[in-house]
Nanobody, 123 residues
């Protein structure tokens, strides 16, 4: 059974950094592009970015460009989201997801989802 488990969320001050991790299990990780999304209260789920199965290419949405970096370690079945210069408006639940195609920007194009991890940016 496919499973994605995010970790690394928490409370951080504005201007700080966090690195989220996502552990994959139950499917052939190297056959999937991985994406990160976030969902803030009262807003739609927002695309952050995606990384191709080899890790050689990434594509970011408006929310992810410039401050966020996606990487993956195929030997460990892990994908990461490095977030820098965090702002209060980055507060959301962050999700990783797996897609058979790259690049994909819509939630419906992703087959597997994690349960999410809360990130709160506040002083």
């Amino acid at each position: 059974q496919a499973q994605l488990v995010e970790s690394g969320g928490g409370l951080v001050q504005p201007g700080g950094s966090l690195r989220l991790s996502c552990a994959a299990d139950g499917f052939i990780f190297t056959q999937y592009a991985m994406g990160w999304f976030r969902h803030a209260p009262g807003k739609e789920r927002e695309f952050i970015g995606t990384i191709i199965w080899t890790g050689g290419n990434t594509d970011y949405g408006a929310s992810g460009k410039g401050r966020f970096t996606i990487s993956r370690d195929n030997a460990k079945n892990m994908v990461y989201l490095q977030m820098d210069s965090l702002r209060p408006e980055d507060t959301a639940v962050y999700y990783c997801a797996a897609s058979l195609s790259y690049p994909k920007f819509l939630p419906e194009d992703y087959r597997y989802w994690g349960q999410g991890t809360q990130v709160t940016v506040s002083s």
